[in-house]
Structure formats: structure tokens, C-alpha cells
């Protein structure tokens, strides 16, 4: 196993802007779910990249579409067009609500383009007010400032002068808080279809459905964040799906591409039509070489055998986790969908996921967590019941000496 003694955690210290703190491990290679660090060790990967891996780590097919692609054509600009873009965007269509794709390299870049396009779409359409845009406290949608914006979470949308302004924030799950804000100058209400970063909670039906009804009402489009839950994550392709209510703008990342950055920004083409030419653009976005290996990831898991694998890998991770809450009792909810798990820990035991987090590390378990008090679960959407169960023996060890410190 190559180790590369120079380049250790303490250069991070020296070289990089501290807005991270990574752990001691660096991980050099991963095969499937699982990954090894620079000495050699093995981690089980129950984080996937912070859901990013849905294929787990070096799938021979992504590999193979890397390589394939990178020996033709890695970039052209938006001056031209490229055929792994358009083979991308066309299975996208075919697959979901949308008639149109926009291409981007992060979650952060889609979710931005679809608020600008929002607002331009109302501006054209009704009036000079109506750039009104709802969210959801304890929401994420990425880093840029009109993204992190419309972020509920002040931690990280303050401190940086003035924000972008017209974006409002009401709790999650409470429709009433949203009957009450909404009105005609609401161009757009964002929301992600099961909150990720805010501590892996679903919508509830009716909250959902009444999201929808709202905007329907007020003439505002309904974007939904899928950047975390998209793309199988939910055992659906997309979550709307499994959900039963369509957005009018949808954004995708992070799976896309199987570990390699793209994102995607769906729509109709009524909406994608106020994006004229020139009103909104990206150097890379769509590049051939994301497309290609995005286009591979999408192929397998755009398929029955994928889709049901991800809920049937769902419940036996939910079991699992109730066997571990009836041994060490930490657990006040177990929630999510598909593979995308929360659990959170009991009231005695708040604040300690990081806790959990590197008592796993130490153990070879990568795990997430979704704030100070949810564990968060987002592995390979093919992660094998060999993994799993390894898995979970190092994370049981991890709790027990977490309990008994
Ligand atoms: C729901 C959601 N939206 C947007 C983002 C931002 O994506 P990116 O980091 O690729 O910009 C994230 C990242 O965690 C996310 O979970």
C-alpha cells in the first residue's frame, strides 16, 4: 500500500485555508465501499463522500467511461455542444418531469441557477415584484451567498456583509408557517424532499402536498433540492417520485456523477425558456468528461435491480441500527429513506455524534453526521451485505466506547 510519509495531516496546517478540519486519516485508495488510508488500514465507507459515491468507490464501469472519455475529449466550451452532454440530458428527460437541462459542476451551482432562473421567470411572467423567495430553516442548499442564503442555517450565511435580499424562512413541516408568508410576490419556494444536512428529516404527506397546492395558488415555482436525495439515494431515482408531487424546477449533484463533480438543473420548457441566450452560463458545466462518467453512473442506477436493492439495503440498515439501540439504548428516532439514515441520539447523549464519528474512525468506519445530535448514514447505493454487516460491527464497538468513556 503506497504511503507517501511527506505529505502528511500536519501539511494541511501549512498549505490549506482552515475552513475545514479534516481527521488524521487520509484515505489514498477505495474499492467498493470500502477505502484505505496512507498506513494501509481499512474503513468500511458508511458516508459515501457525503453521499456522493452511490456507486461505491472505483466502480469498473465509471472507471472504464473515465477512461474511455479522457483519451477523446475532456472539454470544449459552451461554444460548442458535445455528445455525452446530450445523451446525459436526453436520459434525464426521458426519466423524470423535466423537458430541459441546464448542466453545473456542484450542488451550490445548480440550486443557484434554478433561484436566478426563478426569479427571472416571474419578473418576465408577472411583475417586477415577484422575486419573493421561501425557504426552509435548518435547510441547505449549498455555499454561494444567494445559495447559503437561501440556507436557513445563520452559521453559515452570516458574517459576510450583506445578503442577498427577499428570502424568507419557515420551519420545515409546518404549513401553516407557510400559508402565512406566501403571497403573490413569491416567485419560488426551495426545499429539499427530505431535509439532509438539517438532520436527515422527511416531509411529512400532507406537508408536502400542501407545499405544492401553495404554490400553485401564488403562482410560484416549486424547486426541490434532490442535490442529496437524488439519483437512487431514497430507493427512488428521484425523490419527488416516491413523494407523489412534481416540482416545477428539480436540481441534482453530488451522485450524478458517482464521485465526479457535475450537477444538473431540470425544468420545463416553458421556465428553461426565460434563460435566453447569454443570461446565465459556466465554463465547465456539461463538460464531456463529468457527462460521460455522470452517463454511466446514471445507466446502473437508473435500473429495477439498483432502485429495489436501495430499499431492501435500507431496512436492514434500519434493523441493524434498532439491534444496536437495544443493546446501548442511544437512540430517541431511527428515520430517512432508502439509504439515506438518520438516527438520533437521546437526550442524555446530545452533542456526542462527532464523538461517534471518530470512535468509528478509530474503529475503520467512515460515518456522517447531520448537526450536533444525528448520526447520518449515506453509503454506496450497492454496498454488499458483507460490507454492511462489517460495518456494523465496527460501529458497534465505536458506541460501546463512546457509552463507556
Ligand atoms: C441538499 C443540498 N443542496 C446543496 C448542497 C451543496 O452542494 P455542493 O456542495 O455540491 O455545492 C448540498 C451539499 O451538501 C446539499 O446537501
Known amino acids: 500500500m503506497s504511503s507517501h510519509p511527506e505529505v502528511s495531516r500536519a501539511l494541511f496546517d501549512q498549505v490549506m485555508v482552515p475552513n475545514y478540519a479534516p481527521s488524521d486519516v487520509i484515505p489514498v485508495s477505495g474499492k467498493g465501499a470500502r477505502v484505505w488510508d496512507q498506513q494501509g488500514r ?11 459515491n452511490c456507486l461505491g468507490h472505483s466502480h469498473p464501469a465509471l472507471v472504464e467511461a473515465l477512461k474511455t472519455q479522457g483519451e477523446k475529449l475532456w472539454h470544449v466550451s459552451n461554444i460548442w455542444t458535445n ?7 436526453q436520459k434525464l428527460v426521458d426519466a423524470t418531469f423535466a423537458e430541459k437541462v441546464f448542466f453545473a459542476n456542484s450542488g451550490a451551482e445548480a440550486n443557484e441557477a434554478a433561484l436566478k432562473l426563478a426569479r427571472r421567470y416571474a419578473i418576465d411572467t408577472y411583475h417586477q415584484d415577484k422575486v419573493d423567495i421561501i425557504a426552509f430553516n435548518q435547510g441547505f442548499h449549498g455555499r454561494t451567498f444567494f445559495t447559503v442564503t437561501a440556507g436557513g442555517q445563520k452559521a453559515y450565511s452570516d458574517g459576510f456583509g450583506p445578503k442577498p435580499g427577499a428570502i424568507h424562512h419557515v420551519d420545515y413541516n409546518d404549513l401553516d408557517a407557510l400559508a402565512a408568508t406566501i403571497n403573490d410576490n413569491t416567485c419560488a419556494v426551495m426545499i429539499e424532499p427530505l431535509q439532509g444536512e438539517g438532520g436527515v428529516i422527511p416531509p411529512s404527506h400532507e406537508f408536502i402536498k400542501g407545499v405544492r397546492e401553495l404554490c400553485d ?7 426541490f433540492d434532490e442535490v442529496q436525495t437524488g439519483v437512487g439515494r431514497t430507493g427512488e431515482l428521484f425523490a419527488y417520485m416516491g413523494l407523489g408531487v412534481e416540482p416545477d424546477i428539480l436540481t441534482s ?22 434563460f435566453k441566450v447569454g443570461t446565465h452560463g459556466s465554463t465547465y458545466g456539461g463538460n464531456p468528461l463529468a457527462c460521460a462518467v ?33 443493546e446501548f439504548g442511544i437512540f430517541k428516532d431511527i428515520r430517512g429513506a432508502g439509504l439515506l439514515v438518520g438516527a438520533e441520539l437521546i437526550d442524555e447523549m446530545q452533542g456526542k455524534a462527532r464523538d461517534i464519528l471518530v470512535a468509528s474512525s478509530d474503529a475503520g468506519l467512515m460515518v456522517l453526521v447531520a448537526g450536533a445530535n444525528v448520526l447520518r448514514f449515506a453509503p454506496s447505493l450497492v454496498i454488499t451485505d458483507e460490507e454492511i454487516e462489517t460495518g456494523f460491527e465496527r460501529l458497534s464497538q465505536a458506541i460501546a466506547k463512546v457509552v463507556n468513556s
Not at 481499512?42 to 456522493?52: E, P, R
Not at 455528445?83 to 440530458?89: M, V
Not at 395558488?217 to 424547486?223: E, G, R, S
Open 42 to 52: 481499512d474503513f468500511i465507507d458508511f458516508a459515501g463522500g457525503i453521499a456522493v
Open 294 to 326: 455522470a452517463e454511466a453512473a446514471f445507466d446502473i442506477v437508473n435500473t429495477a435491480s439498483v432502485l429495489d436493492g436501495v430499499k431492501q439495503k435500507s431496512q436492514i440498515f434500519q434493523q441493524k441500527l434498532e439491534q444496536l439501540n437495544q
Open 253 to 274: 449533484a453530488k451522485a450524478l456523477g458517482g464521485g465526479f463533480p457535475i450537477a444538473a438543473m431540470l425544468t420545463s420548457t416553458a421556465i428553461a425558456e426565460h
Open 83 to 89: 455528445e455525452p452532454a446530450l445523451r446525459l440530458a
Open 217 to 223: 395558488k401564488h403562482n410560484a415555482l416549486l424547486i
